[in-house]
């Protein structure tokens, strides 16, 4: 079934978080799945992510040429992306043993792209025409290496999404408010009502 590219599924705050966020529930086999396992889904996240990163990206196009060829390219951002900032939030501090997987990645994504990046007001290249997917990954994922990014990085509670906080005071708690603040929420009401209930004779 085609997967339905919500709002909600482009909570990272950065395109290679989003993108890292494909693989729903990391680390817990019995729920864990792979958004991307269908190569179809590439173009389709794409055009999504056009319009939900539309600021990161300076209004720039999405686009995906040769979904064959892109596949292993922007998984191999993908799972570079996730175990760098996983751990970096994990330690408060980027490990130069992750550096050498999401660099070369990144490399392999640019590799024969000709494009002129953080323009003042295009951080992504000339918007008048469209940017590949997986060298759109690798920029988005390498200007997450910043101090100000590092320190921002949270992995949510509920989810185990890896997310940028850009709020004021940076205690933002949820990838999602609305969706696993408010499954947080029920879940600690449903708890408390069992905790209060006077159990049977
Ligand atoms: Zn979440």
Redo the contacts with the bound molecule.
């Keep these: 079934m085609a997967i339905s590219w919500t709002r909600h599924r482009f ?1 990272g705050g950065a395109l290679a978080l989003d993108a890292a966020n494909t693989v729903v529930h990391r680390g817990d086999p019995a729920r864990s799945f792979d958004r991307f396992e269908r190569a179809e889904e590439l173009p389709r996240f794409a055009a999504a992510a056009t319009g939900y990163r539309a600021a990161e990206l300076g209004a720039r196009k999405l686009s995906v040429a040769d979904i064959r060829s892109a596949l292993p390219k922007v998984l191999a951002i993908r799972e570079a992306t996730d175990r760098l900032f996983r751990n970096a939030v994990r330690r408060g501090a980027v490990a130069t043993a992750d550096m050498p997987e999401l660099l070369g990645a990144c490399a392999g994504a640019l590799a024969g792209h000709d494009e002129h990046l953080r323009l003042p007001d295009q951080p992504f290249g000339d918007p008048a025409t469209p940017l590949q997917l997986e060298a759109a990954l690798a920029v988005s994922a390498l200007s997450l290496l910043s101090p100000d990014s590092v320190r921002r990085l949270r992995i ?6 890896l ?1 940028v906080d850009r709020s004021r005071n940076a205690s933002r708690l ?3 408010m609305a ?2 603040g408010n499954r947080q929420k029920a879940k600690r009401h449903y708890r408390r009502r069992k905790a209060q209930e006077v159990p049977h004779a």
Excluded at 156 to 161: F, G, L
């Design positions: 909570s949510c509670p509920n989810c185990n999404w997310f949820w990838c999602d969706v696993c």
